[in-house]
């Protein structure tokens, strides 16, 4: 697979104009985008770059992260603060992901999309308010793992790490999540399934293959 260098600048541009002329694969008015990576990648810098990028075009769109979607401390610390597989299969509510974001979405939807469910700093629901996304506006979704869950994404954008440069840029507080991300890697295979993979293992000199 070869890759070319290229600037976050230029990479939110191109994805922004691959975008613009994105079809539904269900022939809905809503454009869904996957920026999958892990924590450490900072998916959700690239997600704000395609959303600008969208803007200046005159193309709406929503930004939304999976971390607003996590389950309560009780469900998912129910074993432990370190619990691997909690954290691969059950740490983000993927029902109220369907509910909430992509159902308004589906054809015949109403494009009000609720941007987050629960805080977890507070622990508490955050009771957001819907926003409505016109037709023909952008869902942009980032977060981890979200290539396993079968979510109806029109286009996916994986923000690869190699395991060297994931280890050194988790805190080492969240070293224990790193055997989550290698079973991604060997059951899902993110680099290998996605529409568009970035490469960023030198976050100032990133390279894109799509």
């Known amino acids: 697979m070869r890759f070319e260098a290229i600037t976050w600048d230029r990479l939110g541009d191109l994805l922004a104009e691959r975008v613009a002329t994105l079809k539904t694969a269900d022939d809905g008015s809503w454009p869904r985008v996957a920026l999958d990576g892990a924590p ?38 129910e074993h432990g603060h370190q619990d691997v597989e909690a954290y691969y299969d059950g740490w983000y509510d993927t029902g109220a992901l369907w509910r909430e974001v992509f159902g308004p979405l589906d054809p ?13 700093v507070t622990d508490r629901a955050t009771r957001s308010p819907h926003v409505p996304l016109p037709p023909g506006g952008v869902l942009l979704l980032h977060g981890p793992l979200l290539l396993r869950h079968w979510f109806p994404f029109d286009l996916s954008v994986h923000v690869s790490l ?18 989550a991300f290698e079973r991604y890697e060997r059951e899902t295979d993110p680099a290998g399934t996605a529409d568009v993979l970035v490469r960023a293992d ?9």
């Open 162 to 179: 190699s395991p060297g440069a994931l280890r050194r840029r988790t805190p080492e507080s969240g070293h224990w999540t790193l055997p």
């Open 202 to 210: 030198d976050p100032r000199h990133p390279a894109w293959h799509g």
């Open 108 to 120: 015949g939807g109403n494009g009000r999309v609720l941007p987050d469910l629960w805080d977890p």
């Open 40 to 77: 450490a990648a900072r998916p959700e810098d690239l997600a704000e770059r395609v959303a600008e990028a969208l803007r200046v075009r005159g193309r709406p769109s929503l930004v939304v992260g999976t971390e607003g979607f996590l389950r309560p401390a009780s469900v998912r610390l």
